[in-house]
């Protein structure tokens, strides 16, 4: 038996995610990146409208391919992932459980859509805040802090305390500018 449209539709491809500020309209955007994030990407008002497109939109896609007999790529197979069943057994509090099935009501989506999508959005956020964190650790690494000077060569309560931010020396020395980056 050949490769057919249902032993494609029933792969396991990696799906990206994607909230989208309202600057950019809001709702999801959803991609298979093994497809092409160009080609094979969706959007949607919540994560379950989107992906009932990129469904539909991968179908299509396969349906070409087949019937014009072009290659099909095919998720390569993560040895890590061969463990995981993509099924989990979550209990919770009676009142998260309340809140969850509430906002999966609001938002049109299951509850277990729901739970997926906040802790897409929190891993999403997680990872965000590493990225951050490390911008921030490179930039200041090479930032020389006049204050940390002062407080370091003058010692002692009465210079730290003479330096703390909302007094006139501090305050001073951020109106001259006198941090400078020397890295």
Not at 28 to 38: F, I, T
Not at 73 to 79: F, Q, R, S, V
Not at 151 to 172: D, L, M, V
């Amino acid at each position: 038996m050949g490769k057919n449209l249902d032993y494609y539709m029933n792969l396991s491809y990696n799906i990206e995610l994607r909230f989208l500020s309202e600057e950019d309209g809001g709702g999801v955007a959803v991609c298979h990146p093994e497809l092409g994030r160009l080609s094979c990407h969706a959007w949607g008002e919540t994560f379950d409208e989107a992906m009932g497109v990129l469904v539909e939109i991968k179908k299509g896609i396969f349906q070409r391919c087949l019937e014009k007999s072009l290659p099909i790529p095919e998720p390569a197979p993560d040895e890590e992932d061969m463990d995981y069943s993509g099924k989990l057994l979550l209990r919770l509090p009676k009142v998260m459980h309340r809140a969850v099935a509430n906002m999966a009501k609001e938002s049109g989506t299951s509850i277990n859509s729901a739970i997926v999508l906040l802790l897409t959005e929190a891993m999403t956020k997680r990872n965000a805040m590493e990225d951050i964190k490390k911008a921030l650790a490179e930039f200041f690494d090479g930032v020389e802090w006049p204050v940390q000077h002062h407080i370091h060569h003058q010692g002692g309560k009465e210079a730290e305390k003479a330096c703390s931010p909302g007094t006139e020396s501090f305050e001073k020395a951020f109106e001259d500018d006198m941090f400078t980056r020397t890295a």
